[in-house]
């Protein structure tokens, strides 16, 4: 996410989903105010792709699927509505519907790709906002200029144990 607003005008929910719906470029929304998100760079895209195929593999048949980078989360409590680049989500799935476009509300898995323009807000803020959301059980990192996965999972006493 970028660190300026696309706007200083305060956006309800619903007039950032309008426009957003026809927007050329994805932006998140938090607090009325809209961010740009940035372009992603081709090892980006290729690690995302690569995981997208391989955690799709494993699971199929089963009650899980995955989303990338164009399915947008709504963490109720915080009202920010986001673009992660993997979200696995698990049946029942629920959607926010609104004006009809979609947005998933229970994502069991968030994995971002870390990149040096948003490293820094997928490690704090973001992962603040998602570690408010029930449904998500595990917060993964993947770097994308070493060879380093965190996982972060979700203990019965609400604290996250990273491995």
Not at 97 to 104: A, N, S
Not at 116 to 143: C, N, P
Request: net charge neutral; hydrophobic share 35%; glycine share 4%.
């Amino acid at each position: 996410m970028s660190a300026v607003p696309k706007t200083k005008n305060q956006l309800t929910a619903a007039e950032y989903l309008a426009i957003e719906s026809r927007a050329e470029f994805k932006s998140e929304y938090h607090a009325g105010e809209t961010f740009a998100m940035a372009g992603a760079s081709r090892t980006h895209n290729g690690l995302k792709d690569n995981l997208v195929v391989a955690i799709g593999r494993r699971l199929l048949d089963g009650p899980c699927r995955t989303y990338s980078a164009d399915m947008r989360v709504k963490v109720e409590r915080t009202g920010l509505y986001t673009y992660p680049d993997i979200v696995i989500a698990c049946e029942p799935q629920e959607f926010e519907r609104i004006q009809g476009v979609e947005t998933l509300l229970n994502p069991k898995i968030v994995i971002e790709i870390l990149s040096e323009s948003t490293e820094r807000y997928d490690r704090g803020t973001k992962f603040r906002h998602f570690q408010k959301l029930a449904s998500v059980m595990e917060y993964i990192l993947v770097s994308q200029d070493r060879m380093c996965i965190e996982r972060f999972v979700r203990q019965p006493d609400e604290t996250w144990v990273l491995t």
